[in-house]
């Protein structure tokens, strides 16, 4: 039967302490970094609704001015060819309002990789405690 050194175990205790101190900061800083990214991606999606509301309010002015056209013209193709234009900036606004949704769900926000190494770090500690006892 081997015997220990009890001498070691507040060595051993701070080294543990120190090295876990350590991890946690990595993994702060690697929460950060991708809560960072995260935030990123969302201003670009927040600037696809920006963007897709301007389409979309001159879409609302052609299409109005295509109906005015349209009725005054009584001949259809002035006023026609402003509600196809109008339509087509109607629908290039809705392209980019589902493209920029997709950016800003919370899913896409949740940083997924430092909670799945936060998850492995911690079954690794569980561990290593099992080995040592």
Do not use: Y
């Not at 991890?23 to 920006?50: H, I, P, Q, W």
């Not at 769900?105 to 405690?129: C, H, I, Q, W, Y």
């Amino acid at each position: 039967m081997q015997h220990r050194d009890l001498r070691q175990v507040p060595d051993l205790f701070v080294e543990t302490l120190q090295s876990f101190g350590a991890l946690l900061r990595s993994e702060v800083a690697l929460v950060k970094a991708e809560l960072k990214e995260n935030a990123n991606r969302a201003g670009v999606g927040l600037t696809m609704f920006a963007v897709a509301a301007v389409f979309a309010l001159t879409a609302t002015h052609v299409l109005a001015a295509a109906l005015v056209a349209w009725i005054a013209a009584a001949g259809f193709s002035a006023g026609l060819a402003a509600l196809v234009v109008g339509l087509a900036m109607l629908s290039i606004a809705a392209c980019l309002v589902i493209a920029g949704k997709s950016r800003v769900t919370g899913k896409a926000l949740f940083p997924t990789r430092s909670m799945r190494n936060l998850k492995r770090d911690v079954e690794s500690m569980k561990e290593a405690a099992h080995v040592r006892s």
